[in-house]
């Protein structure tokens, strides 16, 4: 489908992303506004990447499991554009197109704050590659959970169970991310929008209806 043709019938759904570094609650944020929506009568899905479809969540295992073979960061982020490719043209535009809102636990902006600003990668490079797998398709909102890296990698660590490939990486590493992120939240403040991670859960929540009410009357 050509792309021009894409941005003019996306307009059926809503698409929303959820980002932020490791132990940012996104997730949990995510399924507490999938619930809300559920008792309006929204109809919506909840998908994350890497994943959302069985071969996207075949690498979405390549890229997060430990393992002893060094993973450069040149192979991490084409496993990364590949998983997104099949996600967006296999789930994320036919939901859109049929009139669902979409709800995505990490987008295009992880690969910019990951792969580009902590790994090193050229922008360029990686913002092209974005576009060319997410077939032009942007966020009509990014909801932005931040907080101190210290604090994300202590929660990581209280959650009792061993964390994956990323959330291993170091502090200075999860630092860079974040600052990547911010970058991104000053270049596009009109979609991407700051929500103060490290306050209590329920008053993050508040955040994000109003954040969503105030956009789309949700």
Not at 66 to 72: A, S
């Amino acid at each position: 489908m050509p792309l021009l043709r894409l941005r003019r019938v996306l307009t059926k759904g809503i698409f929303v992303t959820f980002e932020g570094i490791e132990g940012s609650g996104k997730t949990t944020q995510i399924r507490r506004l999938s619930a809300h929506l559920a008792a309006k009568g929204v109809l919506h899905l909840v998908t994350r990447e890497p994943g959302g479809t069985p071969l996207a969540d075949e690498i979405r295992g390549l890229v997060l499991v430990p393992r002893e073979e060094t993973v450069f960061p040149e192979a991490e982020f084409l496993l990364y554009e590949a998983a997104r490719a099949q996600h967006v043209r296999g789930l994320i535009l036919p939901a859109l197109l049929s009139g669902r809102a979409v709800l995505c636990d990490r987008f295009c902006d992880a690969t910019t704050a990951y792969q580009a600003h902590a790994r090193g990668l050229d922008a360029s490079l990686v913002e092209r590659l974005n576009r060319f797998a997410a077939g032009g398709l942007v966020p009509g909102l990014t909801l932005l959970f931040d907080l101190p890296p210290e604090e994300g990698v202590a929660r990581v660590k209280g959650r009792g169970f061993a964390p994956d490939r990323l959330e291993r990486e170091s502090l200075d590493f999860h630092r860079a991310v974040r600052e990547g992120y911010l970058r991104l939240a000053g270049r596009d403040p009109d979609r991407v929008v700051r929500i103060d991670a490290a306050a209590p859960e329920e008053e993050v929540f508040r955040s994000v209806l109003r954040t969503v009410a105030q956009r789309f009357g949700w």
